[in-house]
């Protein structure tokens, strides 16, 4: 291999390492719902409840874990990317707020406030009022 | 107890719940956004699901944020972000607990923009530190706009960053806070 080769080689590695570096750093987030199996599946108030009685000990047991909530519809609200759907128990003030991820969109529309629903997503921990599960996908039975 | 001391007890109960919710107001999809900005690098972050309480007749304000719900332009910087330097593991919360000065000199019954000063304990990678900064409320008919910018160093939060990337994370980090409130209905 003569010299002019190995440099047009080299060059071209250099490149095409330098494009799949750019790629991966500026690459878009991944924002699609969770599609793995749940780590936990509970009640909304059972999960709720876990976090009042000791958030230090929740928070380790839950954060980052995919966890399945049932509970009703309590507030509805969308922006251009996802939903956030709100499971409380009527008369409660705490509740799950679980932001849908953005391959939802069509799914959540069916979903009403008052109506019992299935929910997955990444416990993130609890904000003052509500758990925060991410990146939700609604479940189908 | 005779039936009108009940009734005057239970209307004195209720008048004073009424009275102390008019006096709230709330939000939980404030925004903070952050950019950390060097020669080499800028990254910026924005958390959409802020949540806070702000009592009009105190001045009490508070808010927590869950560190995980930042959203980066670098896909790779949530990963740094969350497990290196935030260590979200060990810190899921950041949060803030203070009081707006003088509030008894705002008319929140006249729409206007107020300059303010808030005070009190700002708690990041479970780092608590007493903190005073300026802000705008913006009354509105129904609402509140709440926006403050201020820096935070990451030295005072004991926030370490490996000697490898050190020039790519900014020491001093800029921050803007914006929270619409409404009034609290619960």
């Known amino acids: 291999m003569n010299k002019k080769t190995v440099i047009i080689v080299v060059s071209a590695v250099v490149i095409i390492v330098s494009i799949i570096a750019v790629i991966y750093v500026f690459r878009s987030p991944d924002t699609n719902g969770i599609t793995s199996k749940p780590d936990y599946v509970m009640p909304s108030d059972s999960l709720v409840a876990y976090f009042d009685k000791n958030e230090d000990a929740a928070n380790k047991l839950y954060n980052e874990k995919i966890i399945q909530v049932k509970g009703i519809v309590a507030e509805i609200t969308k922006d251009s990317a996802s939903y956030n759907i709100v499971l409380r128990d009527n008369n409660a003030t705490e509740g799950v707020s679980c932001t849908t991820g953005s391959d939802q969109l069509e799914k959540a529309k069916s979903v009403a406030i008052g109506k019992i629903v299935e929910i997955k997503g990444i416990c993130f921990g609890k904000n003052l009022i509500d758990v925060s599960l991410n990146k939700c996908a609604i479940v189908e039975k | ?186």
């Open chain 2, 1 to 186: 107890m005779c039936l009108k001391i009940k009734i005057i007890i239970i209307g004195l109960l209720f008048f004073s719940q009424f009275g102390f919710s008019q006096n709230r107001y709330f939000t939980k999809t404030g925004t903070i956004y952050f950019m950390s900005h060097t020669d080499a690098i800028d990254i910026d972050g924005t958390n959409k699901q802020v949540v806070s309480f702000l009592d009009i007749k105190t001045g009490e304000m508070v808010f927590g944020v869950l560190v995980k719900s930042f959203e980066f332009t670098l896909a790779t910087a949530s990963e740094h972000f969350n497990e290196t330097y935030m260590e979200t593991h060990l810190y899921p919360k950041a949060s803030f607990k203070g009081i707006i000065k003088d509030i008894q000199k705002i008319d929140f019954s006249k729409p206007g923009k107020y300059d303010v000063v808030v005070e009190g304990s700002l708690t990041i990678h479970g780092v608590t530190k007493e903190v005073s900064e300026k802000g705008t409320l913006d009354v509105k008919e129904n609402e509140i706009e709440a926006s403050s910018s201020f820096q935070v160093s990451i030295n005072d939060y004991k926030i370490t960053v490996p000697k490898l990337v050190e020039a790519r994370v900014a020491k001093i980090v800029d921050v803007k806070v914006n929270l619409t409130y409404k009034p609290y209905q619960k």
